[in-house]
């Protein structure tokens, strides 16, 4: 595997068997593992996630990827297993004999769903086919933890002895917490672990031959007393895959508690998933929007800060997994007027952060009405942005370039500066950056709507210590400065055939 962190990353080219496969890795760039790179193509991930799609035989994957593609994502996010007690599909077959907890009949864990697995299959093969890398989750966190209520979790879960034919012994029956309860965690319970390694296995031979991002689980570092012992079976499983399928390689994560360690612990890990990493957390907006001097205005280079310190730390490729949830169980996003800005704050501080994000769905496609585009909205525009400049060559620049929280900025020294205001009216209008670096070299600017997209006018900025910009307006605003002639070529133009299914 690439290094150590949160996600799992397959490429290879589809349609043929594993041993048969050429392919192009996706993993981080050389000398810059922020992004990713695959094949000739640099890769900064958005999109928006759905979680119940694979269970659901009656949502059409492909209009769930169209849509996807439409609004400027390149990647979603969805769990292998999430919710199949309500929807038709689960990777194993329901046979019984007997009765599980939600009136259906048994699991076996030993006998797999020709049909699911077929839907998985043509899941990733139509990623491919559009240029979508998915995030898919072994073990859903809704599954993994409990309430002592009728929503129990764990009640319905096909690893609770109550719902499977596999005798097994060790984890908690009906309707316990097993949210903390560390026994689907134990790696001395042999049973289990088999079945679980089975699980896994199956899922890598069925799709490890298409661009596939891993993710060992939703918040189940959040929610349980998770051990290191856990994850780093999954770290070795991982690497053991790989040594026995050469060709292939994989990118692994894990969505955790920060606090927990364990990206310290755990050296194989690749990408680094922040979404619970309280300091990498999206702010709330409260109050006027206009107003409120406390608001995610004045948070977007705190995020950025952060992300920058968490990069610095593993060297690894960061992504949040769920940076915002539509609707979000905390603040509906479309609820009153201010979430959109939250929202695109929220997305532009993690990309000038040098991280990669997916927004999260919990329900079916009917969330994709209007009034719930939120973060549709603001991440067309985003990608616009990302792909109109070389930012696979581009960092951070937290407090040397603009020393306030008036501005946040990547750059290439000296090449390429990309800045991002987050309000005019909150700033003044205005922001000053220091250039000197570039001496007295004179960039092509322009100025970036992210509320409705486009580029304005192009106008000369020289180099030097304390070049002002002038806001158009009081809103929010990115300008982009590249040197005459050297804008190369953009990610758009580079998108590589590792994506392209023959």
């Given at each position: 595997?690439?290094?150590?962190?949160?996600?799992?990353?397959?490429?290879?080219?589809?349609?043929?068997?594993?041993?048969e496969?050429?392919?192009?890795?996706?993993?981080?760039?050389?000398?810059?593992?922020?992004?990713?790179?695959?094949?000739?193509?640099y890769?900064?991930?958005?999109?928006?996630?759905?979680?119940?799609?694979?269970?659901d035989?009656?949502?059409?994957?492909?209009?769930?990827?169209?849509?996807?593609?439409?609004?400027?994502?390149?990647?979603?996010?969805t769990?292998?297993?999430?919710?199949?007690?309500?929807?038709?599909?689960?990777?194993?077959?329901?046979?019984?004999?007997?009765?599980?907890?939600?009136?259906?009949?048994?699991?076996?864990?030993?006998?797999?769903s020709?049909?699911?697995?077929?839907?998985a299959?043509?899941?990733?093969?139509?990623?491919?086919?559009?240029g979508?890398?998915?995030?898919?989750?072994?073990?859903?966190?809704?599954?993994?933890?409990?309430?002592?209520?009728?929503?129990?979790?764990?009640?319905?879960?096909?690893?609770?002895?109550?719902?499977?034919?596999?005798?097994?012994?060790?984890?908690?029956?009906?309707?316990?917490d097993?949210?903390?309860?560390?026994?689907?965690?134990?790696?001395?319970?042999?049973?289990?672990?088999a079945?679980?390694?089975?699980?896994?296995?199956?899922?890598?031979?069925?799709?490890?031959?298409f661009?596939?991002?891993?993710?060992?689980?939703?918040?189940?570092?959040?929610?349980?007393?998770?051990?290191?012992?856990?994850i780093?079976?999954?770290?070795?499983?991982?690497?053991?895959?790989e040594?026995?399928?050469?060709?292939?390689?994989?990118?692994?994560?894990?969505?955790?508690?920060?606090?927990?360690?364990?990206?310290?612990a755990?050296?194989?890990?690749?990408?680094?998933?922040?979404?619970?990493?309280?300091?990498?957390?999206?702010?709330?907006?409260?109050?006027?929007?206009?107003?409120n001097?406390?608001?995610?205005?004045v948070?977007?280079?705190?995020?950025?800060?952060?992300?920058?310190?968490?990069?610095?730390?593993?060297k690894?490729?960061?992504?949040?997994?769920?940076?915002?949830?539509?609707?979000?169980?905390?603040r509906?996003?479309?609820?009153?007027?201010?979430?959109?800005?939250?929202t695109r704050?929220?997305l532009?501080?993690?990309?000038?952060?040098?991280?990669?994000?997916?927004?999260f769905?919990?329900?079916?496609e009917?969330?994709?009405?209007?009034?719930?585009?939120?973060?549709?909205?603001?991440?067309?525009?985003?990608?616009?942005?990302?792909?109109?400049?070389?930012f696979?060559?581009?960092?951070?620049?937290?407090?040397?370039?603009?020393?306030?929280?008036?501005?946040?900025?990547l750059?290439?020294?000296?090449?390429?500066?990309?800045?991002?205001?987050?309000?005019?009216?909150?700033?003044?209008?205005?922001?000053?950056?220091?250039?000197?670096?570039?001496?007295?070299?004179?960039?092509?600017?322009?100025?970036?709507?992210?509320r409705?997209?486009?580029?304005?006018?192009?106008?000369?900025?020289?180099?030097?210590p304390?070049?002002?910009?002038?806001?158009?307006?009081?809103?929010?605003?990115?300008?982009?400065?590249?040197?005459?002639?050297?804008?190369?070529?953009?990610?758009?133009?580079?998108?590589?055939s590792?994506?392209?299914?023959?």
């Amino acid at each position: 595997m690439f290094c150590t962190c949160i996600a799992v990353i397959v490429v290879l080219m589809a349609g043929q068997p594993l041993a048969e496969q050429t392919h192009r890795a996706l993993g981080p760039v050389l000398g810059n593992p922020r992004w990713l790179v695959c094949g000739s193509e640099y890769v900064a991930l958005s999109g928006n996630g759905l979680w119940v799609l694979l269970p659901d035989k009656d949502m059409s994957v492909a209009e769930h990827n169209e849509h996807a593609v439409r609004w400027g994502a390149n990647s979603n996010r969805t769990s292998l297993f999430s919710f199949c007690h309500i929807e038709e599909l689960a990777p194993w077959q329901r046979r019984g004999p007997g009765t599980a907890n939600d009136g259906k009949p048994k699991y076996d864990l030993n006998a797999f769903s020709k049909a699911y697995w077929q839907r998985a299959v043509a899941y990733v093969r139509d990623c491919a086919r559009q240029g979508i890398y998915p995030v898919i989750q072994f073990w859903g966190e809704c599954y993994i933890e409990g309430h002592p209520d009728a929503e129990n979790r764990w009640n319905v879960h096909p690893f609770n002895p109550d719902n499977n034919v596999n005798d097994l012994a060790g984890l908690p029956m009906g309707m316990a917490d097993a949210g903390t309860d560390d026994a689907f965690y134990n790696t001395d319970n042999a049973p289990l672990i088999a079945l679980q390694d089975r699980f896994v296995k199956k899922a890598l031979d069925e799709l490890a031959a298409f661009p596939v991002i891993w993710d060992i689980g939703n918040e189940v570092g959040l929610d349980t007393r998770i051990s290191h012992k856990w994850i780093r079976h999954w770290a070795h499983f991982f690497d053991a895959y790989e040594a026995s399928h050469p060709g292939i390689t994989l990118l692994l994560t894990v969505d955790t508690n920060g606090a927990h360690g364990h990206y310290e612990a755990i050296e194989n890990l690749d990408v680094v998933n922040v979404h619970g990493f309280h300091e990498s957390q999206p702010f709330t907006l409260d109050g006027d929007p206009l107003s409120n001097p406390d608001d995610s205005r004045v948070h977007v280079k705190r995020v950025q800060a952060a992300l920058n310190r968490r990069f610095l730390t593993f060297k690894k490729p960061l992504i949040n997994t769920r940076i915002v949830s539509d609707p979000d169980r905390g603040r509906p996003l479309p609820d009153r007027p201010g979430n959109a800005l939250e929202t695109r704050h929220i997305l532009w501080a993690y990309f000038f952060g040098g991280a990669h994000f997916i927004s999260f769905r919990t329900q079916r496609e009917q969330s994709w009405a209007a009034p719930f585009l939120t973060t549709e909205h603001q991440q067309i525009h985003l990608r616009e942005f990302i792909d109109s400049f070389e930012f696979w060559k581009c960092e951070p620049r937290v407090g040397d370039v603009v020393a306030g929280d008036d501005a946040a900025v990547l750059a290439e020294t000296g090449r390429q500066y990309a800045f991002y205001a987050p309000n005019g009216n909150h700033f003044n209008g205005r922001f000053t950056a220091n250039l000197s670096e570039a001496a007295d070299a004179r960039f092509l600017a322009r100025w970036f709507d992210p509320r409705h997209g486009g580029f304005g006018e192009p106008f000369s900025v020289t180099a030097g210590p304390s070049v002002v910009f002038e806001l158009p307006t009081d809103q929010d605003w990115a300008v982009l400065l590249t040197l005459p002639g050297d804008c190369g070529a953009t990610a758009t133009s580079m998108m590589g055939s590792c994506q392209q299914v023959k």
